[in-house]
Nanobody, 125 residues
Framework: QVQLVESGGGLVQTGGSLRLSCAAS????????MGWFRQAPGKEREFVSA????????AYADSVKGRLSISRDNAKNTVYLQMNRLKPEDTAVYYC??????????????????WGQGTQVTVSS
């Protein structure tokens, strides 16, 4: 079992920045791909970004490319999502997820077995 706890959400103005963190505990973090998803009110949960175990394989949704950056520190069992130039449409609950998956399936919600409780990100216009 892997427990995931997100932090770093909040209220920010358009163009501002936030850094989300996701701390993992429980069974070993080794080998897990980590992903970030988000869900806005009335919408389905959607893929945002993912990073493979080694950190060299990353993926982003087209809507966030060039603005968001994912990274991980395996020694700290933590994954980060640096969010820059935020827009009102980025407003959502952001969820951290972990799964043993391969690179070409990193964007699939079905590839992740463990989920955090989510952290709210609100971008005001």
């Amino acid at each position: 079992q892997v427990q995931l706890v997100e932090s770093g959400g909040g209220l920010v103005q358009t163009g501002g920045s936030l850094r989300l963190s996701c701390a993992a505990s429980g069974r070993t973090f080794n080998g897990y791909t980590m992903g970030w998803f988000r869900q806005a009110p009335g919408k389905e949960r959607e893929f945002v970004s993912a990073i493979g175990w080694g950190g060299s394989n990353t993926a982003y949704a087209d809507s966030v490319k060039g603005r968001l950056s994912i990274s991980r520190d395996n020694a700290k069992n933590t994954v980060y999502l640096q969010m820059n130039r935020l827009k009102p449409e980025d407003t959502a609950v952001y969820y951290c997820a972990a799964g043993l998956t391969v690179t070409f399936r990193m964007k699939s919600i079905m590839s992740y077995n463990y989920w955090g409780q989510g952290t709210q990100v609100t971008v005001s216009s």
